[in-house]
């Protein structure tokens, strides 16, 4: 039953590590932030139920909830949806003009730089034409926040499920000199004197 607690967490840690390498290659900086977080949650996750420490898997529940929410808001980023558009720097903060790398990047997706109509920046974009994309970027992107929704539930309730176990096992355990322990061992133990003398 460890090993099914553990591989739960790990794959959830696996697709996240996966999600974080493709954003850091797009400078995707609000993605990279949340996944960091993700990741160090996760990790705390995973220790809590190796350890059996069920207060830090309560923190992975209650992050899970708010993970849960980031990808549906990934995921109405992507379809624009609700006045969202995915043509605007939300994901990098403002501070640049990069895009998903999955937008030049993705499955037979064909990369072609054209030359500037003007002389201006050499590094923009808007330069860049990307034709023959089996799927789209944003259906990529779509189809990464709808994993890590899917993982999340499934880690959400494996999570409840755990932290259960462990409040059961707490429950049933006998505090030696407890309320209860000097009846069980009067009715148990039986005392004998010692001879210390030989």
């Not at 797009?26 to 139920?49: D, M």
């Not at 990307?130 to 899917?150: K, M, N, P, R, W």
Request: proline letters at 3%.
């Amino acid at each position: 039953m460890t090993i099914f607690r553990v591989e739960v967490w790990i794959t959830d840690l696996l697709s996240a590590l996966e999600r974080q390498i493709f954003d850091f290659l797009g400078f995707q900086w609000a993605p990279i932030l949340g996944n960091f977080l993700h990741i160090i949650v996760v990790i705390l996750g995973l220790f809590g139920t190796i350890q059996y420490r069920p207060r830090y898997i309560v923190v992975y529940t209650v992050w899970t909830a708010l993970w849960v929410t980031w990808n549906v808001f990934i995921i109405c980023f992507y379809l624009e949806v609700g006045g969202l558009s995915k043509d605007t720097d939300l994901m990098t903060f403002n501070i640049s003009v990069h895009r998903s790398w999955w937008r030049e990047h993705g499955p037979g997706c064909v990369r072609r730089v054209l030359p500037p109509s003007a002389h201006g920046m050499m590094d923009d974009y808007t330069y860049v034409s990307v034709t023959g994309c089996i799927v789209d970027f944003q259906y990529l992107e779509v189809i990464h926040s709808a994993v890590q929704i899917l993982l999340s539930l499934v880690g959400f309730v494996y999570a409840c499920y755990v932290i259960s176990i462990f409040m059961e096992e707490e429950d049933t355990f006998d505090f030696i000199g407890g309320l209860d322990a000097r009846s069980y061992y009067q009715d148990h133990v039986e005392l004998k004197p010692v001879n210390l003398s030989k």
